[in-house]
């Protein structure tokens, strides 16, 4: 495999030895995920330097096992904090946006609990916004170099059919891709009702016109600890989410709907891999 694909990127002082520090906050949503919090945690703050200094907010959906106690217990010495939603509403986009609004720092990367997504990729995430190169920087399993090591030939076949119905609004390869990085007002402006799991493409759905969109190989892993969230009812929500989306979609086209996310002539994000 070529070198510029596998090679992790840390992101050192680009400008003066005394520039200021880039603030990046990674939202981390979580539901009984203690076997993975620790170990996670280490390998994301790894990737600080100087250049990007990282804090951790935790969003948790009431969790039953020991991953608020712990969360709170590496928060003393690390910048790590947790929030707890009183009520889990939107699912994993609710928990997501909900992050948002709680950080503070201009640019947000989301990733899941289970050590699934790569915490070594972050500063290849981030290094594209900093620059000013692009808006929104996705890991995906589906360009060259990503893999998905492991799954069964149905599982690969479920989620290739999955992102190819997502084709109408996005031209993507990994639209459903829940490790990616943005800025925070981006994220923040994605439509209020957004629900599910897949919140990456409900942003770049509803972002202005000209918002660029890079896709960067991951390999993506499966869990190894703890028992795995995808059900029936979440793959449901996704189609009907979907469902919502090509019909506004559609109904500007025709000229029939003002929603300000999808204006009449709204042309698709422009995207780069």
């Not at 400008?15 to 993975?36: F, H, M, R, W």
């Not at 916004?129 to 808006?135: A, F, I, K, N, V």
């Not at 629900?195 to 969109?213: P, Q």
Request: proline share 7%; with cysteine.
């Amino acid at each position: 495999m070529p070198r510029a694909v596998t090679r992790c990127r840390k992101l050192r002082l680009m400008n003066l030895p005394d520039a200021p520090a880039e603030q990046l906050t990674v939202i981390i949503p979580t539901l009984n995920e203690a076997a993975n919090i620790q170990p996670l945690l280490a390998r994301i703050f790894e990737q600080g330097s100087a250049a990007l200094q990282i804090e951790v907010l935790v969003v948790d959906d009431g969790s039953t096992d020991a991953t608020c106690g712990r969360v709170l217990l590496l928060g003393q010495t690390q910048p790590v904090r947790l929030l707890q939603r009183e009520r889990a509403t939107g699912g994993l986009a609710g928990a997501v946006l909900a992050g948002a609004v709680a950080a503070s720092s201009r640019w947000i990367l989301v990733m899941d609990a289970d050590l699934s997504h790569p915490p070594e990729r972050i500063g290849d995430l981030v290094a594209p916004l900093l620059d000013r190169s692009q808006d929104m920087v996705i890991g995906s399993r589906y360009v060259p170099g990503g893999r998905t090591p492991g799954w069964p030939w149905w599982r690969r076949f479920m989620s290739r059919v999955a992102c190819l119905l997502a084709w109408p609004l996005v031209r993507l390869h990994d639209p459903l891709s829940g490790f990616f990085a943005t800025d925070r007002v981006s994220l923040i402006q994605c439509k209020g009702d957004a629900a599910g799991f897949k919140i990456a493409l409900e942003l770049i759905v509803n972002a202005k016109r000209g918002f660029r969109v890079k896709e960067i190989p991951i390999v993506f892993r499966d869990r190894e600890r703890g028992e795995s969230k995808m059900r029936f009812g979440v793959l449901v929500t996704y189609l009907l989410r979907l469902l919502v989306l090509l019909a506004r979609l559609m109904g500007a086209r025709l000229g029939l709907s003002r929603s300000p996310s999808l204006p009449r002539g709204h042309k698709l994000p422009k995207t780069e891999n």
